[in-house]
């Protein structure tokens, strides 16, 4: 039984929020950002991400023989992800273009420097973990 995300599944989801990001910013085509914000909330609201379905297929080996990311911490960076977005959809749409690309752009990039190797999200997401587990312990 799997109990984790395959790496190269979540590297994939990286790698569309980027390009889906850089390709709205280029072409100055902000409704693509709607894109990586419907399979967010997709992904959200079903626990299934439509990327994910659609890749699973083509990898080369069984999903239990990838190294398995957290599906708890998946969901809480889609979900700052989506935050992001639907900001930066905001933005676009209320004429604030500078919101909106600085909202775009930290998708892109905490996308990229996850794929680099630091994930922000699952920085962010230990330090209230940590803070919670603190304040409970205090209390």
């Known amino acids: 039984m799997q109990t984790g995300i395959p790496l190269p599944l979540v ?11 850089l390709l709205a910013l280029v ?8 894109i990586p914000l ?19 297929p083509l990898l080369m080996k069984p999903s239990t023989d990838y190294p ?15 935050g992001c977005l639907a900001l930066s959809l905001l933005g676009f749409g209320l004429g604030w273009p500078v919101v909106g690309t600085i909202f ?27 803070w919670k587990h603190n304040r409970n312990k205090t209390a």
């Open 27 to 34: 072409l100055n085509q902000v409704w693509i950002l709607a």
């Open 104 to 130: 775009a752009g930290m998708v892109a990039m905490a996308a990229l420097i996850a794929l680099l190797g630091f994930c922000v999200g699952c920085f962010i997401r230990f330090q209230y973990l940590k």
């Open 38 to 56: 419907t399979v967010g909330i997709w992904s959200l609201v079903t626990g299934k991400n439509p990327l994910f379905l659609l890749l699973r």
């Open 68 to 82: 398995l990311e957290d599906p708890a911490q998946q969901r809480f960076n889609q979900s700052i992800a989506v």
């Open 11 to 21: 590297r994939s989801n990286q790698c569309f929020q980027i390009l889906s990001v």
